[in-house]
């Protein structure tokens, strides 16, 4: 019969602030994180384990979130900064960004320059999309299918690109460099 390891205990174990504020540091020493995430990573902790001091666990997880921001381990403006450009260098568009950064807990407030330099990015990153993807001016060779150009545009808009954008880049034909290189330069001016 073969060998079974044992399943490891999965009862509640204790947890106290000391502990709580140990895992928020380890927490934050690991990930790029919001106050908001590691608000949420912090009541999960809270709720799959017994509390054992007298102090509100709450509590302890906004001081723990307050002392990580005082101490400059948390930043939400510099966080949404790294997000919003890390996905506008991947080719996601605007309307993505903005999702994430809700998504993430980052207030509008401290969103406002990152979806600004989004929106400033908008086409050099739908174009980045379009050559990742072979899209329109990069694909191989030119397709008059209709249901193609649908799927193309509906890549493009999941992507979180406007749908004139989208339009205007697949209208351009593989291999027109010039009609790319106007492209290219209205995306330098905006």
Same mark, same amino acid.
């Given at each position: 019969m073969a060998n079974r390891r044992a399943l490891p205990d999965r009862s509640k174990r204790p947890l /106290?602030? =000391?502990k709580l504020d140990e895992l928020a540091l380890a927490y934050v020493a690991r990930f790029a994180t919001s106050r908001a995430k590691l608000m949420r990573y912090l009541a999960r902790k809270v *709720?799959?384990?017994?509390?054992? !001091? !007298? #102090?509100? $666990?709450?509590? +302890?997880c906004e001081a723990i979130a307050d002392r990580m921001e005082r101490l400059r381990y948390l930043d939400d403006r510099q966080y949404a900064a790294m997000r919003a450009g890390a996905m506008t260098r991947r080719g996601l568009g605007v309307r993505r @960004?903005?999702?994430?950064?809700? +998504?993430? /807990? #980052? %207030?509008?407030? !401290?969103s406002g320059e =990152? @979806? %600004? =330099? %989004?929106?400033d990015a908008a086409v050099a990153a739908a174009l980045g999309f379009a050559r990742r993807r072979r899209f329109g001016p990069f694909? +191989? *060779?030119a397709s008059d299918d209709p249901k193609l150009s649908e799927r193309q545009v509906a890549a493009f808009l999941r992507a979180g690109h406007s749908? =004139?954008? $989208? *339009?205007? #880049?697949? $209208? +351009? %034909?593989? /291999?027109d460099d010039d009609a790319l290189a106007a492209l290219d330069a209205g995306a330098a001016l905006d």
């Open positions: /106290g602030a =000391a *709720r799959e384990s017994e509390w054992a !001091d !007298d #102090i509100d $666990a709450m509590t +302890v @960004v903005k999702a994430q950064l809700y +998504v993430d /807990g #980052i %207030a509008p407030a !401290d =990152a @979806v %600004a =330099a %989004a929106e694909a +191989v *060779r749908l =004139a954008l $989208a *339009r205007h #880049i697949l $209208a +351009v %034909a593989p /291999g």
